[in-house]
């Protein structure tokens, strides 16, 4: 039994293993947005039916139009305007901190309350610059 544990086969596989995975992850930063204006924006539909339909009507076909909300927000102190990444729209968030996550450094995902109804919702937005 000692001679399998001396060989070190094991554990260049178990280095290996776990280097492989440390550059297959995904950068991660969590941080705290604070929401200080919420702007509300229309576009049209990308979600899946909407697309088939465009695609079956054609190009003079009727489109929906969904209301998305882009955010001002203070991100480690830097003015950032985030807009809404959800083909189907955003929901607009109350004025408020809340927790986030920046993801490959173009990718901002909040999570924050519903009003009323208080479910927790987690939504993706793009960084489009700085207002």
């Known amino acids: 039994m000692a001679s399998k544990l001396s060989t070190g086969a094991p554990m260049k596989e178990l280095v290996a293993l776990l280097t492989l995975l440390t550059t297959l992850a995904w950068s991660k930063d969590a941080m705290q ?3 200080v204006a919420v702007h509300a924006v229309t576009h049209d539909d ?4 909407a697309v088939l339909d465009k695609g079956i009507l054609g190009a ?3 489109t929906k ?5 882009n955010l001002d927000t203070v991100i480690n102190g830097e003015h950032v ?3 809404c990444d959800d083909p189907k729209g955003c929901e607009a ?3 408020g901190t809340y927790e986030g996550e920046r993801k490959r450094g ?4 909040v999570s924050f309350p519903l009003p009323l109804s208080h ?7 793009k960084i489009a610059g700085s207002w």
């Open 33 to 35: 947005v604070q929401v």
């Open 46 to 49: 990308q979600g899946t039916r």
């Open 60 to 62: 003079h076909g009727t």
């Open 65 to 69: 139009q969904v209301e998305s909300f």
């Open 81 to 83: 305007l985030l807009a």
């Open 93 to 95: 968030p109350a004025v």
């Open 106 to 109: 173009k990718w901002v995902r």
């Open 119 to 125: 479910k927790q919702v987690t939504r993706w937005y």
